[in-house]
């Protein structure tokens, strides 16, 4: 029998193949319960999964949070996670899922847990633009490109917890971010997050340091466009580096994740001097380790506008220096 931390390692080294591991649960269905979908959150994201404890309700507290549960200590907050989808349990709300995202420890509420998944990214395709709402970041195939595979929902829960409960000041303030980035002349930062919240916080700090930026919304497309970059380059007699100052990627993200772009870049002689700084909501010493394993020069927690400003003037000093 494994031990945990054989499964832990396990776990972890499979950002070696480009592939993960997908929790499913179901929310449940329609106003009669019925046509329960599948939903999908990342193992990395799960502290643990209980079975629903009794939870105190908290005065005053905004729609869908349940209220809060003492476990093992902490006093963690509640999130109806089927009502903020719009479901309607059938058997009602059974289990939390304890998580550990963004600085931040939350129990969302679900119905019910089926099974844990092993995928390559590549079965993963970005939902953007699709009837989501901005809550759902990706479609995943649960059983590859096929006909009639399961699909599963990939939920954004950085912008579920915006939703529910908007930060009280200003995600980026001009006057604590510090100086204006100077980047050379027609160099711009290369960045990567699939998730709508997280580009609309970067580019909102990107602005407010002057740094020109390209956005992209997937590891593959950011690679795809690097690449694009690099022959633009050499058609005009520069190198990729005199148009590519820094990139920002960040780990989760559909059809190719960070830590395979990371190594794709380090490994390619026309990329490798381009420093890489990891963005992610993915934490802990775990995946701080194999960010520089693939090369990372650097890693953020998200989202903190002053730290990362603070994290890419430094990075890109080492590389000026």
Same mark, same amino acid.
């Given at each position: 029998m494994k031990t945990v931390q054989q499964e832990v390692d396990e776990r972890t080294n499979l950002t070696a =193949?480009? #592939?993960f591991e997908l929790l499913l649960f179901r929310l449940g269905g329609d106003e009669n319960g019925e046509h329960s979908e599948l939903y999908g959150i990342n193992v990395f994201k *799960?502290?643990? *999964?209980? /079975?629903? &404890? +009794? %939870? !105190? !309700?908290?005065?005053g507290s905004l729609p869908h949070m349940m209220g809060v549960v003492n476990l093992r200590g902490l006093i963690i907050p509640v999130i109806d996670l089927a009502g903020i989808v719009g479901c309607k349990p059938k058997t009602g709300l059974n289990i939390i899922l304890v998580t550990e995202f963004a600085r931040t420890t939350q129990a969302f509420a679900v119905e019910t847990v089926e099974e844990i998944v092993r995928l @390559?990214? =590549? #079965?993963v395709l970005s939902a953007d633009g699709s009837a989501g709402g901005g809550m759902v970041t990706s479609i995943a195939r649960l059983d590859g490109d096929i006909e009639s595979t399961r699909l599963a929902q990939v939920l954004d829960v950085e912008q579920i917890l915006r939703q529910i409960a908007p930060p009280s000041s200003p995600d980026v @303030?001009?006057?604590?971010i510090g100086p204006q980035l %100077?980047? &050379? +002349?027609? /160099?711009? *930062?290369l960045a990567a997050d699939d998730s709508g919240t997280a580009r609309m916080l970067i580019e909102g700090g990107l602005t407010a340091m002057g740094a020109p930026y390209i956005m992209t919304k997937t590891g593959k497309e950011a690679w795809e466009r690097l690449q694009s970059i690099a022959d633009t380059a050499q058609a005009e007699g520069k190198t990729v580096q005199d148009k590519v100052a820094l990139i920002l990627t960040d780990l989760e993200m559909p059809e190719m994740d960070g830590f395979t772009l990371t190594r794709k870049i380090k490994q390619d002689p026309r990329f490798k001097s381009i420093p890489v700084v990891i963005h992610s909501s993915l934490s802990g010493s775990t995946n701080e380790d194999h960010v520089k394993n693939v090369g990372a020069d650097a890693y953020v927690a998200k989202f903190d506008a002053e730290e990362l400003a603070? !994290? *890419?003037?430094?990075?890109?000093a080492q590389y000026m220096a």
């Open positions: =193949s480009n #592939q *799960i502290r643990e *999964i209980v /079975a629903m &404890p +009794p %939870i !105190t !309700t908290v005065a @390559d990214w =590549s #079965q @303030d001009k006057e604590t %100077i980047l &050379p +002349p027609g /160099a711009v *930062i603070a !994290t *890419i003037r430094k990075t890109l």
